[in-house]
């Protein structure tokens, strides 16, 4: 009863400037910025599939894939599966995304890229630095070797 009240008849309303929307009812999600709502999205996100080809890493709604192989076709293979079952999943469980947010980055010693992913059919954009839970990874960072 409690989770219950805590995520149904919530409305809002967008003010711009000094004008007011209507008031709308929200149909799904969790309260942004409260306590339950990374655990309640996470709860609901448990079964989101991986496969032993691929580390899933979410927290809340944020959602890296990483894959790793001494190719990078092969790396790029694995990703896209895993991305497309991803897709499956977020689709039959209604989740929006946003293929134009998302990023695809190849972390490597070497000069060469791998090649490009998909997410819905788009192009994920292809980074040398993504931010992930604060964090900024560069592709080119990859840690100074250690000297005796």
């Known amino acids: 009863m409690i989770l219950k009240s805590y995520l149904s008849q919530r409305k809002y309303q967008v003010k711009f400037e000094d004008e007011l929307?209507?008031?709308?009812?929200?149909k799904a999600?969790?309260?942004?910025?409260s306590v339950l709502g990374p655990i309640l999205y996470s709860i609901?996100?448990?079964?989101?599939?991986?496969?032993?080809?691929?580390?899933?890493?979410?927290?809340?709604d944020d959602t890296a894939c990483l894959a790793s192989d001494i190719c990078p076709d092969r790396a790029s293979q694995k990703l896209q599966i895993q991305l497309d079952k991803n897709d499956q999943w977020l689709t039959k469980?209604?989740?929006?995304?946003?293929?134009?947010k998302?990023?695809?980055?190849t972390f490597?010693?070497?000069?060469d890229n791998c090649p490009p992913v998909t997410m819905g059919g788009k192009k994920l954009p292809s980074e040398t630095t993504v931010k992930y839970l604060g964090l900024h990874l560069d592709r080119t960072d990859l840690g100074t070797p250690c000297q005796k």
């Open 21 to 26: 929307s209507n008031i709308y009812n929200i």
């Open 102 to 105: 998302s990023k695809h980055i």
């Open 29 to 33: 999600s969790v309260p942004q910025g």
């Open 44 to 60: 609901y996100t448990a079964d989101l599939r991986s496969t032993s080809e691929v580390e899933t890493a979410t927290y809340a």
């Open 108 to 111: 490597t010693l070497r000069k």
């Open 93 to 100: 469980w209604r989740i929006k995304y946003s293929a134009s």
